[in-house]
């Protein structure tokens, strides 16, 4: 490993002014799933790791009724809170069990009770799950500085729209009235070749695929398709084109393709 100074701050405010203090490339330390073996291959090399542990108010879940125009129910989930926490919630498998069975789905027992939310969607790995849930669930990114709408927050392969040194603190997930998630998993890893979340909120259906390109996208044909009829063979003869798609030793483009329909098909039906 690269040599790098270590700290822990208290509060966010004491994170912000190590961000200015911390060298050319500070780094957040969440969950260190990522982060860690990034380390050891020195792929990242910061001047400071700053090590989010202490913070509190950053994890846990709660409930929020919406104000004015935006009345609907959200689930907020602070950024450290561990993927176990969400699969395990009570609150979660209530309002929105599809986040829940997502969280379930993630790698390991260990990664899951060690990587966190916020670490997930600011690393924003092509094949993670959690960007599915950010854009079908309507989510907004909340961090140390703004709200950004999870339809802005993933800007492409690896890429968000964080500003260097902007702490992601919660998402609010916008809890929809039915929704499910299907992915066809990388075996060793559990990652998602492909992933399909379908959500509906009364007339809006949402379909965000994990997985298949190099960021999150939605599939706009399927939507408008499940938006008047919200049934499996209405995504008959929908088909996604593999142009852009990833190819690699898993998977071809064309056979993510054809995963994306049959996943999608397979979450309409899932959502009963
Ligand atoms: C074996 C294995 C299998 C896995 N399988 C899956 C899988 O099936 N599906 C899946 O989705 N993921 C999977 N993962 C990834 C896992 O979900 C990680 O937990 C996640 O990518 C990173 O979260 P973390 O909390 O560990 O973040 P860290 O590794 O600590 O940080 C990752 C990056 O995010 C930044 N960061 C962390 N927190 C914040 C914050 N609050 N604000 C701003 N920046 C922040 C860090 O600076 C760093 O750049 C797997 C990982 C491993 C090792």
Not at 242 to 258: G, T
Request: charged share 20%; with cysteine; proline share 5%.
């Amino acid at each position: 490993m690269h040599d790098f100074k270590y700290a822990r701050p208290a509060s966010l405010a004491a994170a912000a002014t190590l961000v200015k203090k911390g060298g050319a490339d500070p780094v957040f330390l969440a969950g260190g799933q990522t982060l860690i073996p990034a380390l050891k291959m020195r792929l990242r090399k910061p001047s400071t790791v700053i090590d989010l542990a202490a913070i509190k108010g950053l994890d846990g879940i709660a409930e929020k009724k919406g104000k004015g125009k935006d009345k609907g129910l959200t689930v907020v989930v602070g950024a450290l809170t561990t993927h176990a926490a969400v699969a395990g919630s009570k609150l979660v498998k209530a309002r929105i069990p599809a986040l829940a069975a997502l969280a379930e789905g993630i790698g390991d027992p260990q990664v899951r009770h060690r990587g966190t939310l916020g670490g997930s969607i600011a690393n924003a790995d092509p094949a993670a799950d959690y960007p599915a849930a950010v854009i079908a669930l309507h989510a907004e990114v909340v961090t140390n500085k703004r709200s950004i709408s999870g339809d802005a927050f993933f800007k492409g392969f690896f890429e968000t729209a964080l500003k260097p040194g902007e702490i992601v603190t919660a998402v609010n997930f916008r809890v929809p009235d039915k929704a499910a998630y299907m992915k066809f998993a990388q075996p060793a890893s559990r990652f998602a070749l492909v992933g399909v979340l379908v959500a509906k909120f009364g007339a809006e259906v949402r379909v965000a695929v994990t997985g298949a390109g190099a960021s999150v996208f939605r599939v706009p044909d399927m939507e408008k398709a499940l938006a008047k009829s919200f049934s499996a063979a209405a995504l008959d003869g929908i088909k996604v084109s593999p142009k852009d798609l990833n190819s690699d030793i898993h998977a071809a483009a064309d056979y993510r393709a054809h995963l994306i329909g049959v996943l999608a098909k397979r979450a309409v039906e899932a959502c009963g």
